[in-house]
């Protein structure tokens, strides 16, 4: 197998997994759908103002929220100014990808990404819960989440990279 197959390969199992991982969180909207609706009538029929129902569907909304990263990368759902880019030639495109999936994106989810760890590593030293009386323990868990989300969405951005790369390398 070529260098070029094994990035090619390499760039697909990136997105693969960002889009495994990106339909599964999907699935969290419809579970935070049926929390919201269940927290309103708990607390405008019966009174009952449950806490850890509430911070439960705030975790539930982030944990959905980060774990699409690199899926809405994957699927190029992703923000751009699309007047601009609609213009260019493939090969502009190419360049601006790769430059600012280099020096934009990966510095970015990587310096986070870096942060995240230390941010989790203490949520978990010190078994975090939340600060709330009956609110959730584990703060841990979507701390985990967000260092996992931004590893995703770091590994995604060096598979544009290296789609980018290879079609400039091309000509």
Known sequence: MTFRAQLEQAAGA????????GRLAAWLYP?????VIVHVVLRYAFGLNLI??????WHVYAAAFLLCYGYTYAADEHVRVDLLHAAWSP???AWVE???T??????FALILAWYAVDFFWQSWTYRERSEMPGGLPGRYVLKLVLLVALVLLALQGAAAAIRSWLKLARR
């Open 102 to 107: 280099l020096g934009l994106l990966l510095p």
């Open 31 to 35: 579970l935070l759908v049926v929390l």
């Open 91 to 93: 090969r502009t495109r």
């Open 98 to 100: 790769l430059l600012g």
């Open 14 to 21: 990136v997105d693969a997994t960002n889009v495994a991982v």
């Open 52 to 57: 850890e129902l509430e911070e439960l569907h």
